[in-house]
């Protein structure tokens, strides 16, 4: 059974550009998750998806959004890129929202 | 409002050496809880989880026991090897009602040398 899967793997932008990350949860998961880890520090949670809604939202600019498609599969768009953007964006996805999360390898987001 | 903390990093032993983590929380409800690793380059794995109080997690030699008097849930490991260095998180869901969400600790650091 394929895991999560997440595309690009690596990109690199210009500040001032946006950028639009790609997540395919595992076949039956409803949720996806977002998640930003920069360089030295911890999990910074983005963004939650159940059943094509947003859940919640955690304290990230408004320039940060997404959204889930009717086949839970979930896209993560980020406008104006930041040079303090450049992170590993981590997509994961559950059952409900309760179970263990199962994550993608990332993408490497380098804003230059 | 529901919280995990985990000790700070990095952690540094040597090979064979005795590995704890420390991981606390809070949360309303009855949580379940988990350890993630994230190696070198990768995404995060479930490593273990426990989901009611005194459940014991265990894979790969790592252990943690869910003690709900203590609100604690600390990783273990009687022998460390190199390929052990990894960040670790802790982590914890829980729900009630409508409001559904996991939690996570900060990460901590380990570096196993030879």
């Known amino acids: 059974e394929a895991g999560v899967t997440q595309s690009p793997t690596h990109l690199i932008k210009t500040r001032g550009q946006q950028v639009t990350l790609r997540c395919s949860p595992i076949?039956?998961?409803?949720?996806v998750y977002w998640y930003q880890q920069a360089l030295g520090l911890g999990l910074q949670f983005l963004l939650w998806y159940d059943e094509g809604e947003e859940r919640n939202r955690g304290n990230f600019p408004p320039r940060f959004s997404g959204r889930q498609f009717p086949n839970y599969s979930s896209e993560l768009n980020v406008n104006a890129l930041e040079l303090e953007d450049s992170a590993l964006y981590l997509c994961?996805?559950?059952?409900?929202?309760?179970?263990?999360?199962?994550f993608g390898q990332g993408t490497r987001l380098t804003v230059v | 409002g529901d919280s995990v903390t985990q000790m700070e990093g990095p952690v540094t032993l040597s090979e064979e050496a005795f590995l704890t983590i420390n991981c606390t929380y809070t949360?309303?409800?009855?949580?379940?809880l988990f350890w993630y690793v994230q190696y070198p380059g990768e995404g995060l794995q479930l490593l273990l989880k426990a989901t009611k109080a005194d459940d014991k997690g265990s894979n790969k030699g790592f252990e943690a026991t869910y003690r709900k008097e203590t609100t604690s849930f600390h990783l273990e490991k009687g022998s460390v090897q190199v390929s052990d260095s990894a960040v670790y998180f802790c982590?914890?869901?829980?729900?009630?009602?409508?409001?559904?969400?996991?939690?996570w600790g900060l990460g901590t650091s380990l570096a196993v040398n030879p």
């Open positions: 994961a996805s559950n059952w409900d929202g309760t179970t263990e999360a199962f």
């Open positions: 982590a914890l869901s829980v729900a009630a009602g409508n409001n559904r969400k996991l939690i």
């Open positions: 076949s039956g998961h409803t949720s």
């Open positions: 949360a309303t409800g009855y949580p379940s």
